[in-house]
């Protein structure tokens, strides 16, 4: 095992989309997971029955018998990715036996078998991670266990199944057949390997029981969630919401009543002006209720490989930071405090934006030309221009509000711009200007 500085050694079990994915994000990032975790990380050994084409593991150790990375003296962190149950429960039993720490996207094992193996866990002093087997790549474990425990949890609701989401956004937006959307869901690599699991709700049934249990304190009881799935859903039903004002989402809910715990997946008509109730495609996302804090919401990817990796790699960080520096815990910066970078703030005037300029010009035959004619010289390129009729106030003072969008430019070349406008005798007031940020950029 590794001592204080050596790199942490990790081995994976499975190397399928979400194996593969973690593996390539561990190689991207290696750099930035040693600046965060004191120390190296490094994948030392991979099992998996074969690679698929494509995947390409450098000299990385490799067995196709995953049992060969678990009995690897070498390996620090198992990770298990091999999903199912019959394999993945013992693997993860001898790992833990055999004192590694595990990092896991199983949600089907943790829901079902995780009372017994968080119990061994407690008992050989290792950890077991999971914050992949629920909605991808949102932090949603993290953020009901750490960022949320100062309350007392009313209620969760969520969109916890990408495929399922998925199929129902396409069903209502292009009127496409379920079992079409499905194979798409299935190729994309986000269904599960049964994707019955995905339309039956039994996917979303194993993220729910683990939610609710770190929710509300109680063990894993996957048995009793009621569960429901979207495959009986038609189109009707679909439309029938709609003119309703109601959208049909697939939602996982976990209420505490003085009567218990509730606990169920099935289709739910939801508000259509709720924020939920627009979540789309492979999207998740989960609503939870604290007694302080009131109701908050998290939204991401729910399935793919690098949505997925994400979680898996964070959990890694915890566990490869607890193993190198024991004593530190999570440095008050999120990077060792002896690796954070000088990279440099960009001064406001290097920042790149489009921008709403509003300029109030007076009604006078060529204002707009002088004002086009300043933004050309100063290479901006305007995306849409309004001029409105003057009225009421504006109209008496012979003021119109002229409105112009641009495209993207540096902040100083802007400013530039909109001093030389200022400075036009027929420019009455100072330039309103509102940057545009494009969240897809
Ligand atoms: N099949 C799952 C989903 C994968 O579609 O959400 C992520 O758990």
Redesign the pocket.
């Known amino acids: 095992m590794s001592s204080s500085n050596a790199p942490v050694k990790i081995g994976i079990c499975g190397l399928g989309t979400v194996g593969y994915g973690s593996y390539t994000l561990l190689q991207n990032n290696r750099q930035d997971l040693a600046r965060r975790v004191g120390g190296d990380v490094m994948v030392s050994h991979i099992g998996s029955r074969r690679l698929r084409p494509g995947q390409d593991i450098g000299n990385t150790r490799y067995s196709a018998d995953p049992f060969a990375v678990v009995n690897d003296a070498e390996v620090d962190i198992v990770l298990e990715l091999l999903g199912g149950i019959d394999v993945a429960r013992p693997l993860v039993l001898q790992a833990i036996a055999n004192g590694k720490h595990v990092v896991t ?1 199983n ?1 089907a094992l943790i829901a079902q078998h995780g009372n017994e193996i968080f119990a061994a866990a407690a008992a050989n002093k290792v950890l077991v991670a999971y914050e992949a ?4 790549g949102i932090p949603i474990i993290k953020a009901i266990r750490e960022g949320l425990a100062g309350n007392r949890i009313q209620w969760l609701a969520g969109i ?5 989401n ?1 199929i129902l956004t396409e069903m209502r937006e292009k009127g496409r057949a379920f079992a079409e959307v499905l194979q798409e ?1 299935q190729a994309l690599g ?3 390997a049964d994707p019955t ?2 339309v039956e709700g039994i ?1 979303a049934a194993h ?1 729910l029981t683990i939610l609710a249990s770190i929710a509300f304190g109680i063990p894993l009881q996957f048995s009793k969630t009621y569960t429901e799935g979207i495959s009986q859903l038609t189109q009707q039903d679909i439309r029938y919401a709609d003119e309703l004002g109601y959208r049909i989402k697939h939602l996982g809910i976990s209420r505490r009543t003085p009567q218990g715990i509730e606990l169920r997946v099935h289709p739910t008509f939801i508000d259509e002006d709720s924020l939920i109730a627009n979540v789309n495609g ?1 999207m ?1 996302a989960v609503m939870v209720n604290g007694d302080a804090v009131g109701s908050t919401l998290y939204y991401g990817a ?2 793919g490989a690098a949505p ?1 990796a994400s979680a898996v790699v964070a959990d890694i960080i915890d566990v490869a930071r607890m193993i190198s520096n024991p004593e530190s815990g999570v440095p008050a910066l999120a990077y060792q405090d002896d690796s954070l970078s000088d990279l440099p703030i960009l001064p406001m005037a290097e920042v790149r934006s489009a921008y709403y300029l509003r300029i109030t010009a007076l009604d006078q035959v060529g204002v707009l030309s002088d004002i086009t004619e300043i933004l050309g010289d100063c290479a901006i390129n305007i995306e849409a221009i309004i001029q409105k009729e003057p009225r009421g106030v504006d109209a008496l003072s012979q003021r119109v509000p002229v409105i112009i969008l641009t495209h993207e430019v540096q902040e100083k070349k802007m400013n530039d711009a909109i001093a030389q406008i200022e400075a036009l005798p027929t420019v009455a007031e100072r330039v309103m200007r509102v940057r545009v940020f494009r969240l897809d950029a």
């Open positions: 996207a949600k087997a629920v909605a991808g916890i199944n990408g495929t399922g998925f869901a986000y269904a599960e699991f995905d996917d993220k492979v998740n729910g399935a997925t």
